[in-house]
């Protein structure tokens, strides 16, 4: 009869960095998505709050319409706890002609990876459409 004392050990110490692996593999996309997510949540929330702003008659208040976008972008994303401290950029663009005016928001991001080792610090870019409310 074999002995079979210390194969548990050995088992755990094949398989334990295989294991550590996939864990750090499944935090690094966790947190990819997680900011995927925040970033489409507060795009979409500030390019519509910025589509309800009266752009004024020829536009003159198109100015207020883009500040509105950004601010709100940049807020909601900082409630979600993402700063962009220099890292995240926002644009808001009207484009188009009445009755189909719309404002194209972007915003782009530097993301690092919590853990780096399957994924490299990357820019996300998310980008909303949202037709302005006030057309003459």
């Known amino acids: 009869m074999r002995s079979t004392r210390g194969v548990a050990a050995l088992e755990f110490a ?14 690094d996309y966790g947190w990819l998505f997680y900011y ?15 589509s309800l702003v009266d752009p004024g008659e020829f536009e003159s208040n198109i100015a207020d319409v883009q500040d509105r976008a950004k601010a709100v972008t940049s807020t909601t994303l900082s409630h979600l706890g ?12 009207p484009f188009g002609t009445n009755p189909g005016r719309s404002l194209q928001c ?31």
């Open 14 to 27: 094949i398989l334990f960095p295989v294991f550590m692996a996939v864990l750090i593999a499944i935090i």
């Open 36 to 50: 995927r997510a925040a970033m489409d949540s507060a795009t979409n929330t500030g390019c519509r709050a910025g």
């Open 82 to 93: 993402i700063a962009c401290d220099g890292r995240c950029g926002v644009d808001a663009t």
């Open 106 to 136: 972007t915003l782009n991001y530097d993301f690092d990876p919590l853990v780096g080792l399957y994924l490299a610090p990357l820019t996300m870019q998310s980008l909303q459409v949202s037709r302005l409310e006030y057309q003459r």
